[in-house]
């Protein structure tokens, strides 16, 4: 499967981004997705998931009641609504598919990976 994401940009902190990832290429339903986000000189962070169905999520704890993921199969598209921003969650995030929910929070648990996008909070 193929992944683009989009929607990343400058905000100042306490402000909200929404980024998109279109999938391409394979059954979008056969895969549970997820953001992670690495930052200049750290490692890759997972930051949500969420199932094949939409029914269950998982949050990185830095994220916990910040951010929501969400998907639309019939536009095989994932989200990321991510609100009150903070200087630290500057990163370049990527969207990811899984076929094991099991693993998903590692990155060598990711199947395919998309191109970044480029979220910058200003304090």
């Known amino acids: 499967v193929q992944l683009q994401a989009s929607g990343g940009g400058l905000v100042q902190a306490g402000g909200s981004l929404r980024l998109s990832c279109a999938a391409s290429?394979?059954?979008?339903?056969?895969?549970?997705m997820a953001w992670f986000r690495q930052a200049p000189g750290k490692e890759r962070e997972f930051v949500a998931a969420i199932s094949w169905n939409g029914v269950t999520t998982y949050y990185g704890d830095s994220v916990k009641g910040r951010f929501t993921i969400s998907r639309d199969n019939a536009k095989n598209t994932v989200y990321l609504q991510m609100n009150s921003l903070k200087p630290e969650d500057t990163a370049v995030y990527y969207c990811a598919a899984s076929g094991s929910i099991a693993t998903i929070e590692r990155p060598g648990g990711i199947d395919h990976w998309g191109k970044g996008t480029l979220v910058t909070v200003s304090s």
């Open positions: 290429g394979r059954t979008f339903t056969n895969y549970n």
